[in-house]
């Protein structure tokens, strides 16, 4: 097992990657499970496939489970769904001390934190990540929040877990299209600021998508410490470091919010259509070689990710998905900066953008 410190001022952490991890779930949690009913928040799909192991393995530490199961998809980040919640653990009388387990992907961490954020103020909570995407990336960091008709996470709350288990063993459930938009997150790591596992990737991404175990630790383990590493160092994004994890965010929420935040496109796979746009928009700014934008694309399309908006049939035009942009909360003054590249391993912010100009290339990559 990986152990990854998260050291935010005034509420360090630990990240544990292994397998096993919600089979001891009670020793891991070691004495955060204060009441002999454990709150779980979790989605349909999970609960099919791990509820009755989270049960058994608290019913074996003394306790039992509370579940409050919603419907899976981005649909349940919602005000309904929050408020919901909220009530919900009210009527578990859930108290300041006692620990929420969110178990699920990204939805379901974001959805669950945003809760135990305004609760009374602020309640603990513990990620149980069960997919590629939640493992490496949103669970770590205490960025929590829900949607709203004007856009992706505009309502939300920093708010750091008291915990982070990445029990690897529920890759092994997940199909492939969910490992796969996770897998574009492991690729962030490496091109926002390290080629060398960027390079890593290329050998290694297919196997990991194929069940490799010793790749998908070294994979979670190596991207939750480069996460660590920038939350530590800027927890709140003022500093412009945190930032950079966005790359690929901007573009892909808008794709996203073009697609109505649906199965259409995942997450994840918006994400990696952004970072190929950024690295193009990149080079048609001179700013990196052509051929390492082209071989951000020729790798997602390698491991079967979509690699060309083009493809998408979205029957919109550049600026239809700049309007989207309007809406990030990254928003300063008037100003979207944007995270572009110099080369792989080598992320920045940019804040000279004309977004005139983002329109016209994305009219150019909309037409292939």
């Known amino acids: 097992m990986a152990v990854i410190p998260v050291d935010v001022a005034g509420r360090p952490y630990e990240v544990r990657v292994g397998t096993g991890l919600l089979a001891n779930l009670v020793g891991e949690c070691s004495g955060r499970l204060r009441k002999r009913r454990v709150p779980v928040v979790t989605d349909a799909n999970v609960h099919a496939r791990w509820g009755a192991a989270v049960e058994a393995a608290l019913h074996q530490g003394g306790h039992e489970a509370a579940w409050r199961v919603l419907p899976a998809g981005e649909a349940s980040k919602s005000w309904d769904q929050l ?67 004007a856009g992706k996470n505009l309502v939300g709350a920093f708010h750091q877990p008291a915990l982070v288990l990445a029990d690897l063993a529920t890759l092994d459930t997940l199909p492939l299209r969910e490992l796969q938009a996770g897998y574009a997150e492991v690729v ?17 991404g297919a196997a990991l998508l194929a069940g490799d175990a010793a790749a998908r630790e070294y994979a979670v383990a190596h991207s939750v410490a480069a996460k660590a590493r920038i939350v530590a160092a800027d927890e709140r ?10 790359l690929g965010h901007t573009f892909g929420h808008a794709l996203e919010a073009q697609t109505g935040f649906s199965d259409r496109l995942l997450h994840g796979e918006g994400v990696a259509l952004g970072m190929v746009l950024a690295a193009r928009f990149s080079a048609a700014r001179e700013l990196m070689p052509r051929a390492s934008a082209e071989l951000v694309a020729s790798h997602f399309a390698e491991v079967g990710m979509p690699s060309e908006v083009a493809t998408l049939g979205l029957n919109c035009d550049g600026r239809a998905l700049v ?46």
């Open 323 to 368: 309007q989207h942009m309007l809406h990030d909360k990254k928003m300063d003054a008037g100003v979207l900066p944007f995270v572009l590249m110099k080369a792989i391993g080598e992320a920045f912010l940019a804040r000279d953008v004309a977004l005139d100009d983002v329109a016209a290339f994305l009219d150019r990559e909309l037409a292939g």
């Open 188 to 204: 962030k790591y490496g091109l926002l600021g390290d080629a060398d596992f960027f390079h890593w990737c290329q050998a290694h």
């Open 83 to 149: 408020a919901a919640t909220v009530d919900w653990l009210l009527a578990e009388e859930v108290e300041r001390g006692d620990h929420v387990l969110a178990l699920g992907g990204g939805v379901i961490g974001d959805l669950t934190g945003f809760a135990a954020a305004i609760l009374k103020r602020g309640c603990q909570f513990i990620q149980l990540p069960t997919t590629l995407l939640a493992q490496v990336d949103s669970s770590v960091g205490g960025k929590t929040a829900i949607n709203t008709p």
């Open 237 to 246: 994004e003022t500093l412009g470091l945190r930032a950079l994890l966005n």
